[in-house]
């Protein structure tokens, strides 16, 4: 019966230790944890102005490498196109651009978005993809409104 007892209690230790060493005793998160998120979150910018957007990535802890954001424009999102046929870094695209261009820095965090010279209601994404197994997309947006 004491031997009985005592490896009921082993294996009840070695359980708890395994399944204490998996949790809270490090800084990794699970891809559910992340979050993206934009700001401004909203903005209202003059027809032909522009907004600085930065992106951020929280919730994974420090096992996580540096974000590259991929940034878009989901009015452009027609067609098949990717919303982000209007990015630039250096030279503007040559266009069209109807719904304003994104000037997408180089470490890929911040973008600047131009608007077009009409009004509108314009939606800014900034997408973190392949995180975790199987590889999961985590977005963040921003609404800019051209009076």
């Known amino acids: 019966m004491i031997k009985r007892y005592r490896d009921f209690l082993s294996v009840g230790l070695l359980a708890l230790l395994i399944g204490l060493s998996g949790c809270g005793g490090s800084t990794h998160s699970t891809v559910n944890d992340v979050t993206v998120s934009v700001t401004p979150a909203s903005a209202t910018v003059a027809a032909s102005g522009q907004v600085k957007l930065t992106a951020v990535m929280s919730g994974c802890g420090s096992s996580c490498p540096a974000p590259a954001f ?3 424009i989901v009015e452009l999102q027609t067609n098949g196109a990717s919303g982000s046929q209007c990015n630039w870094e250096t030279t503007p695209p040559p ?3 109807p719904d304003g261009t994104l000037e997408v820095t180089s470490d890929f ?3 600047t ?3 077009p ?3 509108g209601t314009i939606h800014v994404v900034a997408q973190l993809t ?3 197994n199987p590889p999961t997309t985590k977005t963040g947006t921003a609404t800019i409104t051209i009076p």
């Open 70 to 72: 991929t940034w878009s």
């Open 130 to 132: 392949g995180l975790g």
């Open 95 to 97: 266009g069209p651009c």
């Open 117 to 119: 010279s009409s009004s």
């Open 113 to 115: 978005f131009h608007a």
């Open 109 to 111: 965090t911040t973008a």
